[in-house]
């Protein structure tokens, strides 16, 4: 709706071109179009996003001006590990694979579980699954149809800054997400200076394409995710290369000033109805 009285009115109008999957068909793409052909500008997460919504509806590559999204540090409590996992109940010695997000089958928790029955060598293993959602039942029923009750813990959604405490007492992050076009959760296990393993979609790819592309596994595979997660485990470099670069990666793109400089920018190019900005 806001689009069409947008464009009839005169009002100059930037949409943030976000969602738009491979996937997307029916009334969402019909509602996208609208927006995405009568915004004067639009501004999607990544470049992937871009890329692929310039082939999808035909759209010229001058209206788009890539504005991903950014965290504030100062959100977030950043607490002592061992005190963190006596809060949480998790032992010292524990290997905790923390995943944070809706539990829905886009989100790929069942990657996630199918890869944590081929580490069950690794005794210290447990993986904690952080959010709830419509698929949580279906998820549990596969947990206990792996055997993996006394590895695998869903301790529901948490609310405000408590979940500080769960990236302080992790040693690995996963999202193995089916699409994801940006992925919050993956700057914020950063910013802990955990490893992230992520599956190859546009916002993790974003992310960690240019720094940690080895840590990207395909979509929906399992083996690959195990194998990711055995090599945080077994070696202390990449969890040194993670704690020294991660916040540091944060902080350089995607920090709250530089993405606030970047939407000025746009929001000026199109009051002077200037569209070559890309």
Not at 58 to 74: G, Q, Y
Not at 144 to 170: C, P, T
Not at 205 to 224: A, H, N, Q, S, Y
């Amino acid at each position: 709706v806001l689009a069409p009285v947008c464009f009839l009115l005169r009002i100059p109008l930037v949409a943030q071109a976000q969602g738009i999957y491979p996937s997307i068909g029916g009334t969402r793409y019909v509602r996208k179009l609208f927006t995405l052909r009568l915004a004067d500008r639009l501004a999607p997460l990544t470049r992937y996003e871009a890329y692929f919504a310039m082939r999808r509806f035909r759209l010229d590559r001058s209206r788009f001006a890539i504005v991903p999204n950014f965290i504030t540090p100062e959100d977030y409590v950043f607490s002592d590990r061992e005190e963190a996992r006596e809060a949480l109940k998790l032992g010292t010695t524990d290997f905790v694979v923390l995943t944070v997000c809706r539990l829905v089958p886009e989100k790929g928790v069942q990657t996630l579980i199918r890869a944590a029955s081929r580490l069950r060598d690794i005794s210290e293993l447990k993986v904690v699954v952080v959010g709830d959602g419509p698929y949580r039942g279906v998820l549990e029923e596969l947990v206990k149809d792996l055997g993996l009750e006394g590895i695998v813990r869903f301790d529901g959604w948490v609310h405000g800054r408590q979940v500080g405490l769960y990236y302080s007492a992790a040693d690995c992050f996963v999202l193995a997400s089916f699409e994801e076009s940006f992925g919050i959760v993956l700057l914020e296990a950063l910013m802990y200076g955990l490893p992230v393993i992520a599956s190859d979609t546009w916002g993790a790819r974003e992310i960690l394409g240019e720094k940690l592309p080895d840590f990207l596994f395909p979509v929906d595979d399992d083996v690959t995710l195990a194998e990711k997660i055995r090599r945080v485990y077994s070696d202390e470099e990449v969890r040194k290369t993670f704690s020294r670069t991660g916040r540091e990666l944060v902080l350089e793109r995607f920090a709250p000033e530089r993405v606030y400089r970047r939407l000025e920018e746009v929001y000026r190019a199109v009051m002077r109805g200037n569209r070559s900005m890309g």
